[in-house]
């Protein structure tokens, strides 16, 4: 069906509404009767109104979107009742009917837009109109008529343009002095990690809202409602009104293209236990997992997962603030089958590498790959030649490749290419796995040439040879 565009004031397409049943003895009880030839089935036709693009910025307070032009099929006298005008077939828009015509609010349309696509950006939407609707003979029978869709195009009102730096006021304080730089993550995202000891109220600062030492709070961004604490929300810029985050550790990022904010806390430890771990009870474990350097809320482990294993996360060794399955993002990289609709649950038996990133709820599987770097594997890249060797049961050990010199000791995994080698790097301390994770450069560990390191990820222990 070609797109119906709006507003030109020309007819552009004709939508029939086709029912199951062309038998009109008995419409109460339609399933009696078997679905007729499309040709003989009661049709309503309706045509678009507007042919070109509603613009939100000129539209009026109302809009006609369809209009009544006959039924089809039905005995002479059968009128129409509309029941439910949804946007692409899932989201209710309020209407009326008036003279046969179909109504709506701009503004509540405007509302099931942004929140159909998420977005606040100015750019034409085609929207896919659909109809609930019933044909009502002169005797009173009815017969539900099923819709094919409408497009029409919608235009939401021009924001202010993306620029090049954005900061947070309130954090620090409200003065231009105190506002807190966001770091640009590309296409128009910008982020912010910050920590506050109560509740904190808080706005978004574009650069060109600071002139000098002062602010143009016209200029200042925020939310449609004071004290906001959603976890995600739009962005406005008419009226603005602060967020308000409460005490801890917190990652704000905004996407200036589409308007759209979220706020997450960001856990400074991760611990998993389920099945395998006894439950994290009294004779159970809580497994930590060890932080990616300079990735606040970011954590990796090792680890031997059996199929119809269970387990969870939990920001601390125990029980509060945990999450599974259903919170979770989860990207199987390495096939180990998770899934889960509360705990998630093992598929494929296996040695798995897994990268959660706490703050927004992703958890990815990779290869169980453990690298060789540096001096004792004579290059400082990333090589699949220097890929330990993987056991095949949970008590195995990870074996290196021999080393080919003399040097400090340097072992990563290296699953993610934005992720440095030595922010997921370890070595050997007194015979124990030793983890880098967000703390500073290791005390160094030597090695020789035609040594092996031998890794039990299992009991965290580890030795030269």
Same mark, same amino acid.
């Given at each position: ?36 030839? +499309? ?37 002479? =006298? ?22 046969? %015509? ?55 009102? %021009? ?8 900061? !947070? !006021? ?58 906001? %604490? ?43 236990? =389920?099945?395998? *771990? ?5 004779? =159970?474990?809580?497994?930590? !997992? ?38 979770? %993002? ?64 949970? +008590? ?58 031998? !890794? ?6 580890? *030795?030269?040879?």
């Amino acid at each position: 069906m070609k797109k119906i565009a709006l507003y030109t004031g020309a007819l552009l397409t004709t939508l029939a509404f086709s029912a199951c049943d062309e038998d009109f003895t008995d419409w109460a009880n339609p399933q009696g009767y078997p679905q007729g030839d +499309d040709a003989q089935a009661v049709q309503i036709q309706l045509s678009a109104v507007p042919t070109a693009a509603i613009d939100r910025e000129t539209a009026a307070d109302t809009v006609d979107l369809l209009r009544f032009d006959g039924i089809t099929n039905a005995p002479e =006298g059968s009128t129409v009742t509309y029941n439910k005008l949804y946007v692409e077939g899932t989201h209710a828009l309020p209407f009326t009917v008036e003279d046969g %015509t179909i109504r709506v609010v701009t503004t509540q349309l405007d509302s099931v837009v942004e929140n159909i696509f998420l977005s606040r950006q100015r750019t034409e939407r085609t929207l896919a109109l659909t109809v609930d609707a019933a044909v009502v003979t002169p005797a009173g029978a009815a017969l539900a008529v099923t819709t094919a869709p409408v497009e029409a195009g919608y235009l939401q009102v %021009t924001p202010p343009a993306t620029e090049s730096a954005y900061y !947070l !006021l309130g954090i620090n304080g409200w003065t231009a002095a105190d506002a807190l730089a966001m770091t640009d993550k590309g296409n128009g995202v910008f982020e912010a990690t910050f920590e506050v000891a109560a509740d904190t109220w808080f706005k978004i600062l574009p650069q060109s809202g600071i002139n000098g030492t002062d602010i143009d709070w016209a200029s200042v961004w925020g939310s449609n409602v004071d004290g906001d %604490t959603s976890a995600d929300a739009f962005i406005t810029w008419m009226g603005a009104q602060a967020f308000k985050v409460g005490a801890g550790k917190s990652k704000v990022t905004i996407d200036m293209t589409n308007w759209r904010y979220s706020i997450r806390a960001v856990s400074e430890e991760l611990y998993l236990t =389920g099945s395998a *771990y006894g439950w994290g009870g009294e004779s =159970g474990v809580w497994k930590q !997992l060890t932080p990616v350097h300079s990735h606040d809320g970011q954590f990796w482990t090792m680890i031997y997962l059996t199929e119809g294993e269970e387990f969870k996360f939990a920001p601390q060794a125990g029980w509060g603030g945990d999450f599974g399955a259903e919170a979770l %993002t989860i990207v199987d990289h390495a096939n180990a089958g998770l899934g889960g609709t509360g705990n998630i649950t093992v598929g494929k038996s296996g040695w798995y590498l897994l990268y959660v990133d706490a703050t927004a709820k992703v958890l990815e599987t990779f290869e169980p790959n453990v690298y060789l770097i540096g001096n004792c594997a004579g290059m400082w890249t990333i090589e699949p030649e220097n890929i330990f060797t993987v056991p095949a049961d949970k +008590d195995g050990e990870f074996v290196s490749p021999t080393f080919v010199a003399d040097g400090e000791l340097r072992v990563c995994v290296h699953p993610k290419a934005d992720v440095d080698w030595w922010q997921m790097e370890f070595i050997i301390t007194d015979g124990k796995i030793d983890y880098r994770g967000a703390g500073p450069d290791q005390a160094r560990v030597n090695a020789g040439a035609g040594q092996n390191l031998y !890794l039990n990820f299992t009991d965290g222990t580890g *030795y030269l040879k």
